[in-house]
């Protein structure tokens, strides 16, 4: 399944052919293209060049995995837990000398759109997800000092969307939509 964005302007690919699905195939993911989704990540420009991202992740042959599983909200696990790979978004909130980085967040969601577009274009589809368990990740996984988990990132191939139980199905084939043009850039 597909859902490409409808846009005014002749947009990039695959910028249109991303999307958040949930539904996975049970093929996996190479591990060379799971670290050419991490190399697409690093190439994103960061302030002072800090590179400020961490990616922690398991493939779901990997015993490891069903931590992943386990940190997420239960909306989530019902469908993320047939993804092919999970992984774990950090940030570096500080700077070596203890001074606050402000623009880490920024950097690291750059990173990830990075990963995501790469991932499209792999023919591999994935989702962000913000709904996990921040105490339960930090303790299953240990997270290293200075570090904070920002998302998950749930990665595979397109399944089958009839498998997905519902209310899941039925938003997999909702529309995409987004606020008009007019909202989001203003010419002055
Ligand atoms: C930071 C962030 C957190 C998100 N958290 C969740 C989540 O917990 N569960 C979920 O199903 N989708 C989550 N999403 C996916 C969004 O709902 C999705 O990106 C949005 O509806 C737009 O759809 P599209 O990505 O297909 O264009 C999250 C996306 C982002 C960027």
Redesign the pocket.
């Known amino acids: 399944m597909e859902?490409i964005a409808e846009t005014k302007y002749p947009v990039q690919e695959v910028i249109r052919r991303r999307?958040?699905a949930?539904s996975f195939d049970s093929a996996a993911i190479p591990a060379a293209v799971a670290e050419q989704l991490i190399e697409a990540a690093s190439w994103a420009s960061s302030s002072m060049n800090e590179q400020p991202w961490l990616y922690i992740y398991a493939h779901r042959e990997s015993d490891n995995f069903k931590k992943f599983v386990e940190a997420l909200?239960p909306g989530?696990q019902v469908w993320a837990q047939h993804a092919a790979v999970l992984m774990i978004s950090l940030v570096k909130t500080n700077f070596d000398n203890g001074n606050v980085n402000r623009h880490a967040m920024h950097d690291v969601g750059a990173a990830n759109q990075n990963l995501m577009l790469e991932a499209t274009s792999a023919g591999i589809v994935g989702?962000?997800?913000?709904?996990f368990d921040m105490a339960k990740t930090k303790e299953l996984f240990e997270i290293p000092q200075g570090y904070e988990p920002v998302?998950f990132i749930a990665l595979g191939y397109p399944g089958d969307i009839s498998t997905l139980p519902e209310p899941f199905q039925s938003r997999e084939t909702a529309p995409?939509k987004r606020k008009p043009l007019n909202e989001v850039g203003i010419k002055l």
């Not at 989702?127 to 709904?131: D, R, S, T």
């Open positions: 859902k999307w958040s949930r909200l989530n989702h962000i997800l913000g709904g998302v995409r």
